[in-house]
């Protein structure tokens, strides 16, 4: 099976740092990684991905980076902003596989 | 911008009866999924539905649970039987292909209480 954790709980940032939200997978056979984020009241939603043939991928103020050596995941935010609080989810799946699986989630609060 | 839309948003419902979740999801995608998440947990799978069948499932989707694509655009998730442990946001999912790097939509939820 697969087992997804996330290293923090809660992390809180001034605006306008950088924050790093970090996870940890245990199945090596894992290809595909996504980052979610929940706010509150609302559904999962999808902020960026990686496949397993890449260590880094970047998207508008988010790069993801897959240390498949460690298997670890992690998600950094340049710049946070007041409205990137919220709880973070790391999310692995196979490429055979339909179901993903979801890391514990790390509630992030950027301060003023 | 497509959407998944699931009703009701909170039901509220007493141990033992049966409870039916609806989602409506992106019109052309072909999967569906069904996941829960207890208060403060981790969201789980539940279940994968394509072409009309189940394709996966989890242990949690035990006899008590059920889905179906009734119509052309509808997925519902049914419990037949409700338990106090069933309480939890229930998540529709969809995605336009299954395998792969294959995007997943979700919906805001269905908040389901058990008293």
């Known amino acids: 099976g697969e087992s997804v954790g996330l290293h923090l709980p809660t992390l809180s940032v001034q605006e306008g740092d950088n924050s790093i939200i970090n996870c940890a997978y245990s199945?090596?056979?894992?290809?595909?990684f996504i980052w979610y984020k929940q706010e509150s009241g609302k559904g999962p939603q999808f902020i960026i991905d990686i496949r397993s043939n890449m260590d880094k991928r970047q998207g508008q103020r988010v790069t993801v980076l897959l240390n498949k050596t460690v298997k670890h995941l992690s998600l950094q935010i340049a710049a946070t902003q007041p409205g990137d609080s919220a709880v973070y989810f790391c999310?692995?799946?196979?490429?055979?596989?339909?179901?993903?699986?979801f890391g514990s989630g790390t509630q992030l609060t950027v301060l003023p | 911008e497509p959407e998944v839309t699931q009703t009701p948003s909170h039901q509220v419902t007493q141990m033992g009866q049966e409870v039916i979740l609806r989602c409506v999801p992106i019109?052309?995608?072909?999967?569906f999924y069904w996941y829960r998440q207890i208060l403060g947990q981790k969201v789980e799978f539940l279940v994968s539905f394509y072409n009309n069948e189940i394709s996966e499932k989890s242990e949690i989707f035990d006899d008590q649970f059920s889905v179906e694509r009734p119509d052309g655009s509808n997925f519902t998730l049914k419990i037949r039987s409700t338990k106090l442990e069933d309480s939890a946001m229930y998540f529709c999912?969809?995605?336009?292909?299954?395998?792969?790097?294959?995007?997943?939509?979700f919906g805001q939820g269905t908040r389901l209480t058990v008293v």
């Open positions: 019109s052309n995608h072909l999967y």
């Open positions: 999912a969809s995605s336009l292909t299954g395998t792969g790097s294959a995007e997943a939509f």
């Open positions: 199945n090596s056979a894992s290809d595909y």
């Open positions: 999310a692995v799946k196979l490429l055979s596989a339909r179901q993903l699986t």
